[in-house]
């Protein structure tokens, strides 16, 4: 009967991790590959990590110069999350690329600006000026959009709102016959000195020296529809190292860091 018993609890044993999930027995994932862009994400992640780190979370960052590498690096697997771009710019991804990418957090919202170094005004910019814009089609459309608030053109009637992005091909009127010069987002900064004014993204400005409140004639509404996300595939948005890492972005420690070192300059959204 002994024998019989131990037989019988080597069975059920044997059994039962036959069926468990493959994740109940598999140790909890604990180190993470992050991917971010240059500039200010880099100094915001350190505080980030040293939160994840009290939950035993191990964050590694990995840095990118472009918007383009990070979500083909998170879909290839070379990243288990990425957290630089906003929701228009995934779906834009995710239309042409067909990326099975998903936000699963909220972390800052970084004001696009028109950045000038010759002149302080709208008002002062010249007719023919050349403007710098982003070539791709969700930031191209972002710096549109704010080159219509400031008055300076106007774009035909839904062009720029409901996920479609404006062109400059959508401008029916532009008083100051403005040269739109569609760049890579990373140039623009380095392109300043050869144009009158360029739309530049936070981070990029932040890297080159830029200040968003001395440099721009133009802002963005801080707290508009562009707040930037942890973005992870499909497959991960519910793992606990996911939830971890969305947990220590949205600590009070990072909101205090962000409010302090950047002054209004770049704004928590969660």
Known sequence: MQFASIAKLATALTLALSLAPQGALAQEKNKIKVGISVGSAEAIFEVVKKVAARDGLDIQTIVFSDYLQPNAALAAGD????AFQHQPYLDSQIKTRGYKIVPVGLTITAPLGIYSKKYRSIDQLPNGASI?????????????????????????????????????????????????????????????????????????????GLSLQKDTIAVEDPRGRYANIIATRTEDKDKPWARKLVQAYHSDEVRKFIESEYKNSLVPAF
Do not use: M
Request: hydrophobic share 45%; proline share 5%; net charge negative.
């Open 132 to 208: 710098g814009i982003q070539n791709d089609p969700s930031n191209g459309n972002r710096a549109l959009l704010l080159l219509q608030k400031a008055g300076l053109i106007k774009l035909k009637a839904g062009a720029g709102e409901n996920g479609v992005n404006a062109t400059p091909l959508d401008v029916i009127d532009n008083p100051k016959k403005l040269k739109l010069v569609e760049l890579d987002a990373a140039q623009l900064p380095r392109s300043l000195d050869d144009l009158a004014a360029a739309s530049i993204n936070n981070d990029y400005a932040f890297k080159a």
């Open 79 to 82: 990243l288990d999350a990425n």
